[in-house]
């Protein structure tokens, strides 16, 4: 095995970690180095070729193991690692790795959830090598991406799903493309940039909390005196501490290939982003749960927790994550790009009216993409998108497709706008056709459509299977309408005109934030899914079902399948939660919270006895008395909601009910606890305070 010797510059870093297009340049011959890189299907005359140089180049890198690296529904990532040893005789062993290993793999899927897909008999998986995300070495293992699938055939992860919609979408985009007259197009990829939201808090005071170490949130704790009141937090200067954790995990994305472009302070103390540059949708996505895993060693390396839960602490912003979504031609062309007259590219018009359309049909499973226990605490907050649905264009954009739609274009469209700061030395420059709109779900930013519901711990999986269907199916039917029309730029104007009429309602530009937009919503008959059990359920409407059906992006039991597990998972969190609360409420803070009683009740006796007059004290005691026994009372009612869910067999039912009883019943305990928190002394407090978390780095 030869020792690695790591980068000494940047560009030498980048990537050396990963097998990637340089790699496989430099080792495979061309014919096949040229088949991989076309996507075709890998020929097992040359299959033995790529393990081989697979397995010499991870061996270089100090790999000793490899795993196939699949992505279960469970919003993580898994793999079992075999070594590369293997005995060639008494006392000896060769490295070896064949091209079955490298394709194909299998594991227990009993382990990982099914919503039953597979039988208990029936429990054996496989993986299945997915040549378009580039393997890579860490800690001593190869990794090499795969889809995961089912003994029958069903697939039982996130990438699988998500492959079959990319390649739906490709086929009706070039479709749609070919009927416009631009047949040099041969392929249309989804490309996404990532934005992670995420927290960092000292490690030694997250032991001290149970409900971090076990929920990834804090389930008590009151309101500090200060949070992010003061607006000085976001990009504002990052501490030392945290700036060497940034450097560090730069340096480990860097090496795996994922540019990680952009990080500062965000809104809420403690709490940070890290952006990546674009990538297509399947390799963004591994990307992103590399930069998840990588975030969480690397913190825990500089004595940091990170928490990726979307509502870790009360009181202040929670976290997501931006899906920052493009159509990318196999040419390079931006299909979103506006140039510089958008009313006089009609493509881009017709590329908005795609999305317009998928949006207004299916905004309840874009809704459903973003759902998970964590985001029930974010969205629709007031610091998040509302759990609306809607798309923001801005008004020039909203104005174009209007006026074509009426027939008037160029009546009243507006003159460019340029910036002018009143500072000479400044320069002035064009304003933004759609300046961005912070409360919208879905926003137009210049040249991509920004989705920023998707909570911070998900994958971004499911939120771009659903854009690439529903594009995939408003590319269909525009296809078929150009295909069949006389007149090109008639059926091209026709087609803005009836989007806009049929699904104009999606568009708003104002404030989602307000209740007015509510009110409005409702009017205009959008769906208004308020927590995540709804949400889920739109998973096997029967229209989305079809939809999927059709473009064989997932089989109605598939569908049927996914609403089972997050369900499931729904309501396993929520019981988990409960379960950790009375544990914290019963064996730690009753028992300190009476020890202070009883303290405060001898001090006021001994003043009381001295003869002076102690009002204030007695009336400080009773508060105390009067905080436990109602934290008791709560403490009881939640104990038994909890023990009532566990005995519940359905997942649906044991989910309705954890989305309302059980979580109105923690809700309760919490305040209770909050409020004697605000009265005991800190020094009997039993964990460390919101104060301590969020202003001690």
Partial sequence: MKDYKEPSNITDLFGSQVFN??????????AVYQSLIKGQTLDPNIADIVANAMKNWAIEQG????????????????????????????GKVTMEFSSKALVKGETDSSSFPSGGLRSTFEARGYTAWDPTSPAFARDGTLYIPTAFCSYTGEAMDTKTPLLRSMQALSQQAVRFLHALGMTDVERVSPTVGAEQEYFLVDRELYEKRLDLKICGRTLLGAKPSKGQDLEDHYCGRIRLRVAEFMRDLDLRLWKLGIVSKTKHNEAAPSQHELAVEYSTANIACDNNQLVMETMRTVAKEHGFACLLHEKPFAHVNGSGKHNNYSLITNSGKNLLDPGKNPEENPLFLLI???????????????????????NDFRLGEGEAPPSVISIFLG??????????????????????????????????????????????????????????????????????????????????????????????????????????????????????????????AQHRGLPIIRNAVDAYRTFIEPKNIELFEKYHVFSEKECYARYEVLAENYSKVRRIEASTMLEMVKRQILPSCIEYAGRAAGSYNKIKDAGISAQAIEGHVQAVTAGIEELIESLEKLDELNAQSDRMSSSEEQALFASRQLRQAMDELRIKCDTLESIVDERDWPMPTYTDLLHRQ
């Fill in 352 to 374: 908005l009216c795609a999305f317009i359309r998928g949006v207004d049909l299916y905004g309840d499973l874009l809704r459903m993409s973003a759902t998970c226990p964590g």
């Fill in 395 to 520: 008004g020039n954009l909203c104005n174009i497709l209007g006026n074509i739609a009426r027939g008037t274009l160029g009546a009243h469209n507006p003159e460019k706008q340029y910036m002018d700061v009143g500072v000479e030395a400044i320069p002035q420059f064009q304003m933004d056709e759609s300046d961005r709109n912070r409360t919208s779900p879905f926003a137009f930013t210049g040249n991509k459509f920004e989705f920023r519901m998707v909570g911070s711990s998900q994958s971004l999986a499911y939120a771009n299977v659903v854009l690439n269907t529903m594009l995939a199916d408003s590319f269909a039917v525009f296809a078929e309408r150009l295909e069949r029309a006389a007149d090109m730029e008639e059926e091209t104007q026709s087609i803005i005109a009836d989007t806009m009429k049929q699904h104009k309602r999606i568009l708003f530009n104002g404030n989602n934030y307000h209740q007015a937009w509510i009110e409005e």
């Fill in 63 to 90: 790999a000793t193991h490899y795993a196939h690296w699949f992505q279960p529904m469970n919003n993580s990532t898994a793999g079992k690692h075999d070594a590369f040893l293997s005995s060639s005789g008494v």
């Fill in 21 to 30: 297009d340089t790699v496989m340049r430099r080792r495979l011959p061309e």
